[in-house]
């Protein structure tokens, strides 16, 4: 069998970054991350055993606490509440977050509406919503027809469109070019992480012309479901898994005997 790997695979630079924050701050002593620092169980223990704490929400905090942002950000009123604790706040949030909250604050200023294409569940849109009032967020094609057609705001409104990081770029501009067809005076940023593209590019590439592909991650991660429903797209032997003990892998002996390529 061969195994061909992804040249981007592995965690990209605003987690790396993030994590190496996590390390330095937590060789100062005990601190706080207000969720899981990344999206990978094995990572969150490994940063346990360091000292980081994981709270769920900041009421599990406690008041004078060090308080790490992770990679996905937070909106504005969590910076208050953190600091109204007293409590002294490492931030972890990625740059490209970072660009997307200073769009956000910056349409809103201007008195426009802003949109987000991405998953209203997923804390980094969480964190954008939270950057202004007002903040809309749609996560597909469907869902911005029906608002489209319930008419909530007026035509001529000026909307601003963002997207969450890890989208798949065609199908969030196909979202935002629906929006400009009815609402005219609309803007958009294409927010969509460049890391994030080029491993779904890469993964596309590489699933075309394997026997299987193995994407290993964990399965809370948006990042690693997207890759999995990209490979699935072009290849039909796609495995997920998040360790190497996990039993799905034995499915890929038959590539082995056959001489077939894994992609990872
Ligand atoms: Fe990673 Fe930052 Fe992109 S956390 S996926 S480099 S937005």
């Known amino acids: 069998m061969n195994v061909r790997i992804a040249g981007t695979a592995g965690f990209c630079y605003g987690v790396k ?38 709270a769920a929400s900041i009421e599990n905090i406690p008041a004078g606490a060090v308080v790490i942002i992770r990679s996905h950000g937070v909106g504005d009123e969590v910076y208050r509440a953190l600091k109204e604790q ?9 740059p490209n977050v970072v660009r997307i909250h200073n769009l956000v604050r910056d349409a809103a200023a201007r008195g426009r509406t ?29 869902e911005i027809n029906g608002w489209i057609q319930r008419r909530e705001l007026p035509v001529d409104t000026p909307l601003t469109v963002v997207f969450q990081t890890t989208e798949v770029r065609s199908s969030a501009k196909k ?18 992480c460049e890391a994030t593209f080029s491993r779904q590019k890469e993964a596309v590439e590489l699933a ?17 479901r997207r890759l999995t429903d990209i490979c699935r797209s072009v290849c039909t032997r796609v495995i997920f898994a998040e360790t190497a003990s996990e039993s799905d892998l034995l499915d890929l002996i038959d590539v082995r005997t056959s001489c077939g390529t894994v992609g990872v």
């Open 17 to 54: 970054r993030a994590v190496d924050i996590a390390e330095h701050t937590a060789a100062e002593g005990i601190c706080w991350c207000l969720g899981e620092l990344i999206h990978n169980r094995f990572e969150t223990e490994r940063l346990s055993r360091l000292g980081i704490r994981t």
């Open 86 to 94: 007293g409590c002294r706040i490492v931030d972890a949030t990625c």
């Open 114 to 142: 802003v949109i987000v294409i991405g998953d209203h569940r997923h804390p980094e849109v969480q964190g954008i919503s939270g950057c202004a009032e007002g903040v809309l967020v749609f996560q597909d094609e469907e």
């Open 175 to 192: 979202c935002a070019e629906i929006l400009k067809k009815v609402y005219t005076n609309t803007e958009l940023f294409d927010t969509i």
């Open 208 to 224: 075309a012309i394997c026997d299987a592909m193995l994407v290993v991650g964990d399965r809370s991660s948006a990042n690693t």
